[in-house]
């Protein structure tokens, strides 16, 4: 498990490649608004799980509407989206973490800390996936599946969370589903914690 140091690291990294770009040209890119009046400071504003998030520029100074300090993986996230968004469309192709390249070193992690607890809490009751994730995300319904959610995570990240019903024959199963232009945007260990992110407010939903 990484320490505070680790984080605290990987954040100074990535504020400071941050800072050698444009900030007009990472927020066309990245779907992400910038703006700058004077006397106040430049910020960098988006939508991070159904949240706005502000980022002044050039300090990186993080906040949201609910006035809560922002947790430095979601600032870590965040970063690394910003730094990696290179295209301004979608790949239009859907698919799974183990289809990622390099997530064979996370899959079983992976699926331990999402896959298994969604299929596990949802399985049975799929409903309560739909009416969760629109409560906390904003999430639509999608067409994957026999119950699936589309929830957009950041501008150019949409992220679908899909069941199918078990029966007498099968056990439910799930999957969590991203366009194919994430890989190119953060890492599997960023995208498998972005995942967490998604998942454990919906699993506290229910507990």
């Known amino acids: 498990m990484p320490r505070v140091d680790d984080y605290n690291m990987a954040l100074d990294i990535t504020e400071k490649e941050l800072r050698k770009r444009n900030p007009v040209h990472v927020c066309r890119l990245?779907?992400?608004?910038?703006t700058e009046k004077g006397g106040e400071p430049a910020?960098?504003?988006?939508?991070?799980?159904n949240r706005m998030i502000s980022i002044t520029w050039p300090h990186l100074l993080f906040s949201q509407d609910s006035n809560k300090e922002l947790p430095i993986k979601e600032r870590i996230?965040?970063?690394h989206y910003l730094n990696g968004v290179n295209r301004e469309d979608l790949a239009g192709e859907w698919i799974a973490y183990q289809d990622i390249s390099s997530?064979?070193?996370y899959l079983d992690a992976f699926n331990r800390r999402v896959k298994y607890p969604l299929v596990s809490t949802f399985g049975e009751q799929p409903d309560n996936l739909l009416f969760f994730a629109e409560e906390l995300y904003g999430a639509t319904t999608a067409s994957i599946g026999d119950v699936s959610v589309l929830i957009q995570a950041l501008p150019k990240i949409p992220v679908t969370l899909t069941i199918w019903k078990g029966d007498e024959e099968f056990s439910p199963d799930g999957a969590i589903l991203f366009d194919s232009s994430i890989q190119d945007i953060l890492s599997a260990e960023d995208i498998s914690e972005l995942a967490s992110m998604i998942i454990y407010p919906l699993l506290a939903k229910v507990r």
């Open 43 to 49: 910020l960098i504003k988006l939508r991070f799980l």
């Open 30 to 34: 990245s779907g992400a608004l910038f």
């Open 103 to 105: 997530a064979r070193f």
């Open 77 to 79: 996230i965040i970063l």
